[in-house]
């Protein structure tokens, strides 16, 4: 069964589409990741313009993130004064990142940028991942207590004025460092059509020293008010959001994140991370596929719509 999509000016199956957004919404849910790192790359294989996959997918993310981070907060692990501070930051990078999307496109540059920002990002952070979660895993296997920095327990960059207590987080720091750090992820989401929860969380985690109970829950409630204000910039100005990708996205991200939130309590952490680390890595190489694969058309010519 096929659809017709308005904006991106194309059909495309109907199931297909429901069942990658359960996919990436159930991965949103057990990671507080907003799955966009997973959604955007994947329309853009179907052939969805880079434009229309990237301002299409940030309303998914919110939508999957409110029914993620209403969960964490009926069970009370969701920081809302952190929340808070994240999302000042996340909209004030959100914006800028809407400019510089547009800015981008309007350069003629904006399917390169996103190609090569991904595969950098993917590289790197797979990577990471990857060498994190095999350490975890061989110091588990040979019996050795895994070291772990304890929360409340925090470096000196945090100590610059204006310090706040997060009490549920059991963190005492400045707001600067945690304003321009959901800054930045808030740009990078706005520009690749990403939550950023795939950069926030380990963040939190070993560079805030959040406790581990808390995180996914205010990762998430960060992601759906940025994705949020994303959607709405994307709409207003440069009319790339397609609402009938954007539903069919919605609900099966909305159904994927419910089942998420339940398998995360049962999860172990090092060998998702492995999975997930070699997923990464995997887009990663198929975006430097696409970079350095001698297309089949070296020449061609195309009429660029208006929009």
Known sequence: MQIYLPIAEMPISVLLILAMSVAVGFISGMFGIGGGFL??????????????AVATVTAQ?????MTGALTYWRRRQLDLRLGSV?????????????LAFNAIRRAGQLDAVIMLSYLGL?????????FESLKAMLVARAGKPVRLERAGQHPAWLKLPWRVRFYRSRLYASVWPILGFAALVGFIGAVLGIGGGFIMVPALLYLFRVPTAVVVGTSLFQILTTMTAATLFHAA???????????????????????????ARNLKGESF??????????????????????????FSITVQGSR
């Open 39 to 52: 959604m955007t790359p994947l329309l853009i294989f179907l052939g969805i313009p880079p434009a229309v």
């Open 61 to 65: 993310i919110a939508a999957s993130s």
């Open 86 to 98: 994240l999302v000042a930051g996340g909209l004030i990078g959100t914006a800028l990142g809407v």
């Open 122 to 130: 993917f590289v790197v952070i797979g990577g990471m991942m990857l």
């Open 237 to 263: 100005s440069n009319q790339s959001v397609d609402i009938v990708l954007a539903i069919l996205l919605i609900i099966g991200g909305v159904v994927g994140a419910q089942f998420g939130t339940r398998a």
């Open 273 to 298: 991370r492995l999975f997930l680390a070699l997923l990464l890595l995997a887009v990663g190489m198929r975006f430097a596929s696409e970079a350095v694969v001698k297309p089949d058309e070296v």
